[in-house]
């Protein structure tokens, strides 16, 4: 049960100089300090519990006989999933950045030539596509799996 609730408490951490931000109980400086400090700190955490591991919570049997069950399935088909949330994943952002610069660019150009609208559109479309091709990967690496 502990296990679970572990990290919980560390994202409840690492968030709390957000929330103390948003409250306006401090600086921006001391928030961005405050908060590169807990990330630090959760990053060192986590490099000395690899480093250290806390043993008695697995028997090493168990966990053998359940690696050579499901040795290969499982694992290709998690990074096939995880490769296809990332297609999307970071589709989707490069398809956010690429339409949040063109579109404001267009609606300038728009304005000042009416006459450019063909051309403003094209590129603001191209933004898009980045998004349509991520899912088209993903829709690709899902079927492989």
Same mark, same amino acid.
């Given at each position: 049960m502990y296990?679970?609730? &572990?990290?919980? @408490?560390?994202?409840? &951490?690492? +968030?709390?100089?957000? /929330?103390?931000? /948003?409250?306006?109980? *401090?600086t921006a400086a001391q928030c961005k300090s405050a908060m590169l400090t807990n /990330?630090? @700190?959760?990053?060192?955490?986590?490099?000395?519990?690899?480093?250290?591991?806390?043993?008695g919570f697995v028997?090493? =049997?168990?966990?053998? =006989?359940?690696?050579? =069950?499901?040795? *290969?399935?499982?694992? +290709?088909? *998690? &990074? *096939?999933?995880?490769a296809a949330? @990332?297609?999307v994943g970071l589709g989707s952002i490069g398809c956010g950045i690429a339409v949040g610069k063109a579109a404001p660019a267009a609606i300038g150009a728009i304005a000042e030539d009416p006459d450019s609208f063909g051309k403003a559109m094209i590129f603001v479309a191209l933004g898009e596509g980045v998004a349509l091709y991520g899912f088209l990967i993903a829709f690709l690496i899902i079927q492989a799996v």
């Open positions: 296990i679970f609730l &572990l990290p919980l @408490l560390a994202v409840a &951490l690492i +968030s709390t100089p957000v /929330i103390y931000r /948003i409250k306006n109980h *401090g /990330i630090c @700190l959760f990053f060192g955490i986590m490099i000395l519990a690899v480093i250290l591991p806390l043993g028997s090493a =049997e168990v966990t053998a =006989e359940a690696a050579a =069950e499901v040795s *290969g399935a499982i694992s +290709s088909a *998690g &990074l *096939g999933y995880i949330a @990332l297609a």
